[in-house]
C-alpha cells in the first residue's frame, strides 16, 4: 500500500473522530478492516491522527488565520480534516512541502468537491510561502 492510500486511510480516522465522535480505536479498526492494512501503514496512520490531535489547537490556529472569511465549524469536514493533516506535516514531519501539498489536494479531489483542490491548495500555498514561520511557531506553541 502506498503513502497515499494510508493518507486516504488516516484521512477517514480523522474524519470518523471529528464528525462522528469516533473514539481513535474504534475508528482505526474499522479503517484497517476495510483496507486491509498492514502494521507499517497502521503505524503511519496511528502517527498523523495522533499527530494531529495533539497539534489540533495550534493546526487551527493556523487554518483560521489564512482563512480568514471561512469559519472552522462551517467549513466542509473533509477538508477541514485534510487541511489540519497536511498542515500536521508540514509543520511537524520531514515530508517534502510539495509532497504534503500536492497529496492534500488529490485527497480534496477524491473526497470533497470539485472546487476543495483550489481552496486546499490556496490555503497551504501561503503555510508554504511562510512555512519557516508556522514551523518555528508551532513548535513554541506561539500561534
Known sequence: ????????AALQVLFQMDIGQAKLD????????ENKLDQKQVQF??????????????LNRIINEIAQDWDMDRMAGTD?????????????????PN???????????IFSTAESGKFINGILG?????????????ASKGL
Open 80 to 96: 477541514r480534516n485534510i487541511l489540519r493533516m497536511a498542515i500536521y506535516e508540514l509543520c511537524y514531519s520531514e515530508v517534502p
Open 126 to 138: 501561503r503555510v508554504v510561502k511562510n512555512l519557516k514561520e508556522y514551523r518555528m511557531a508551532s
Open 1 to 8: 500500500m502506498s503513502r497515499r492510500v494510508a493518507r486516504q
Open 99 to 109: 509532497v504534503a501539498v500536492n497529496e492534500a489536494i488529490e485527497l480534496g479531489k
Open 45 to 58: 496512520i496511528r502517527d498523523i491522527v495522533s499527530g494531529v490531535f495533539e497539534h489540533v489547537d495550534v
Open 26 to 33: 474504534n475508528a482505526l479498526e474499522f479503517v484497517i478492516i
